[in-house]
């Protein structure tokens, strides 16, 4: 459980933002057979559709493709089907501003706190102990307010 403790959180934060098995391997060392192995034991694949769902990811990626219209736009050109396009994504993207899911929500804290600590001067031992923690703690999420 150790290995998977430090290890696995950080494998499964690369792999929620989109990162291959392969690309993780790379990263952690840790093979693609185990890594395989820990997507299917944890459910990396439900938790990585549930962080992409989430407001801010979907609201993130309305005001990328909004900066790349508005680079794309010619000024003596903008007409007024270019403005109700840019209207609509920026109220998108608000709207998306004001809501949230919860979970997605707290996967997306967890995973900065996991960062924080894999990355902290922690013994270990210490950071295992964190790691069983969130682990039941995300578990008890999972129950919560997915009920799984």
């Known amino acids: 459980m150790g290995k998977y403790s430090t290890s696995g959180l950080q494998a499964q934060g690369l792999y929620l933002k ?17 890594l395989s192995a820990w997507k299917n034991t944890y459910n990396w694949d ?7 769902k989430r407001p801010g990811a979907i609201q993130e990626k309305i005001v990328d493709i909004l900066q790349h219209k508005l ?14 396009i840019v209207s609509k994504m920026t109220k998108a993207a608000k709207d998306l501003g004001d809501t949230e899911d919860i979970g997605a ?25 964190i790691f069983d923690a969130i682990k039941g703690f995300l578990n008890d999420v999972g129950k919560n307010v997915y009920g799984k």
């Not at 680079?71 to 903008?78: C, G, K, Q, R």
């Open 18 to 34: 989109g990162k291959t098995l392969e690309q993780i391997s790379e990263l952690t060392g840790v093979s693609v057979t185990t």
């Open 46 to 52: 439900e938790k990585r559709d549930s962080y992409r």
């Open 71 to 84: 680079e794309d736009v010619d000024p003596a050109n903008f007409n007024s089907v270019d403005a109700d």
């Open 105 to 129: 929500e707290v996967l997306v804290g967890v995973d900065n706190f996991g960062a924080y600590v894999n990355g902290s001067d922690l013994s270990e031992e210490k950071k295992g102990i």
